[in-house]
């Protein structure tokens, strides 16, 4: 099988901060890096690593094709990105001493995706493959229609979290995932709890407590393990890459959830987004207290 993800790609710029900057504060960084990111590619390098084949829809422009081959270095097929004449997308990331961020993001290229190169790439799929999105690029409800009428499994990952932009999807879903605040946003909207939702899969994220998933409004919590965080960027989406990973290979739910768990606590006591994020190998060794 295989994860088809319409998802953004980023050059992630990590400043290393003493503290998150307020406003019309002038804040000097102790630290520059340059990453792959993107909750797009974070989550397709992700699904990778977890070990399943993902073929990444997207866009960059002349300056990101750098990004374009670290994807492909990455296990990830990357046949359906477009080369496009705007900048590609760019995230600012401040990371303060526990490990907190704050990002500005310049979408760039993420938007310029056509309905002729999703048409043409989903036409590859087949029934019983999944379909990510984040809402980091154009053409979700496009892609999520389309995906249910092939029969793929639609999948959303509601980061950044607009309750527009879910509610436009909500009708195609077959698995959603957003944190609890979320929920709460996405309640006051569409007047549902979670639970009331038409969508098969619902995973609410709960920050270090870990997760809760609901089966049809059936509730099952996994704790977080406990560690020491040194940076949170992208550990949602190793979080929901590593849980579609194992959907797509067939795995029980409580299974990919428990292993995403795992990949999750290990990836916030790194630096950094798509590069480091660890592989199933690293995963499955891990010692956690
Ligand atoms: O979730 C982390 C990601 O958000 C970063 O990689 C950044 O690019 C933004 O998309």
Request: glycine letters at 10%; aromatic letters at 6%; proline letters at 4%.
């Amino acid at each position: 099988m295989t994860i088809w993800n319409l998802g953004s790609i980023n050059a992630d710029m990590i400043y290393d901060v003493p503290h998150l900057p307020g406003p019309g504060e002038t804040l000097s960084a102790n630290r520059l890096d340059r990453f792959l990111g993107g909750k797009g590619a974070n989550m397709s390098v992700a699904a990778a690593r977890a070990g399943t084949r993902v073929a990444h829809i997207g866009a960059v422009g002349p300056d990101g094709r750098w990004a374009q081959d670290r994807l492909t270095e990455y296990g990830v097929d990357t046949r359906y990105i477009a080369g496009v004449e705007v900048p590609t997308g760019h995230a600012i990331i401040a990371v303060d001493a526990q490990g907190e961020n704050n990002i500005i993001l310049f979408p760039g290229s993420n938007h310029a995706i056509t309905p002729g190169q999703l048409g043409q790439a989903l036409s590859s799929a087949e029934r019983g493959d999944l379909l990510v999105m984040q809402n980091e690029t154009n053409l979700q409800v496009e892609a999520a229609e389309m995906g249910r009428d092939l029969g793929l499994t639609v999948c959303y990952a509601a980061a950044p979290f607009q309750a527009d932009a879910v509610k436009a999807v909500l009708p195609f879903l077959d698995f959603l995932i957003l944190n609890e605040v979320e929920a709460e946003q996405l309640r006051k909207v569409t007047g549902q709890l979670v639970t009331d939702l038409d969508v098969e899969h619902v995973i609410v994220t709960l920050g270090s407590k870990g997760a809760r998933y609901y089966h049809r409004g059936a509730a099952s919590d996994f704790p977080a393990h406990k560690v020491q965080a040194v940076d949170t960027t992208g550990a949602g989406d190793t979080f929901t890459g590593y849980v579609l990973a194992g959907m797509d290979r067939g795995m029980p739910m409580a299974q990919a959830i428990s292993q995403a768990n795992r990949a999750a606590a290990l990836m916030v006591t790194r630096h950094g987004t798509a590069d480091v994020i660890p592989d199933l190998k690293e995963v499955r060794e891990a010692q956690f207290d």
